[in-house]
């Protein structure tokens, strides 16, 4: 059979956190939680380590991300593709001085957060 595949090139993508979302679209949050409760954690602050992977600056990521669950939960034959980046959005920091923005680095960590 020659099925067609649809391939998206994007920029950016805002998915935000994937834990809570994906246990969710699995039907799982009850089971989740419940095991995380048998462990002596809980759901919430374990879904609150997740860092914010926000890949871009705008509504075009999260279109993009939502267009991605759309084409996943529709089952269709798709492919995302976009740039791995090193920094997302940006931090805000309130000091003395006013307003402060400096680089998010989302990815260093997720890396730490596995080690």
Same mark, same amino acid.
């Given at each position: 059979?020659?099925?067609?595949?649809?391939?998206? &090139?994007?920029? %950016?993508? $805002?998915?935000?956190?994937? $834990?809570?979302?994906?246990?969710? /679209?699995?039907?799982?949050?009850?089971?989740?939680?419940d @095991? +995380?409760?048998?462990?002596?954690? /809980?759901?919430? /602050?374990?879904?609150?380590?997740?860092?914010? @992977?926000?890949?871009?600056?705008? *509504?075009?990521?999260?279109?993009?991300?939502?267009?991605?669950?759309?084409?996943?939960? &529709?089952?269709?034959?798709? #492919?995302g593709? *976009?740039?791995?980046?090193?920094?997302?959005?940006?931090?805000?920091?309130?000091?003395?001085? *006013?307003? %402060?923005?400096?680089? %998010?680095? #989302? +990815?260093?960590?997720?890396?730490?957060?596995? $080690?």
């Amino acid at each position: 059979m020659n099925v067609k595949q649809a391939y998206y &090139l994007s920029m %950016e993508f $805002l998915q935000g956190r994937a $834990l809570l979302n994906a246990i969710g /679209n699995l039907e799982l949050m009850g089971h989740y939680a419940d @095991a +995380l409760r048998q462990l002596g954690h /809980n759901l919430e /602050n374990v879904a609150g380590q997740e860092p914010d @992977a926000a890949l871009g600056n705008g *509504g075009l990521g999260r279109l993009a991300s939502c267009f991605l669950d759309s084409l996943a939960t &529709l089952n269709y034959p798709a #492919w995302g593709y *976009g740039l791995r980046y090193r920094y997302g959005l940006f931090k805000q920091t309130i000091t003395k001085d *006013g307003q %402060e923005e400096v680089a %998010e680095n #989302w +990815l260093e960590v997720c890396l730490l957060q596995l $080690l």
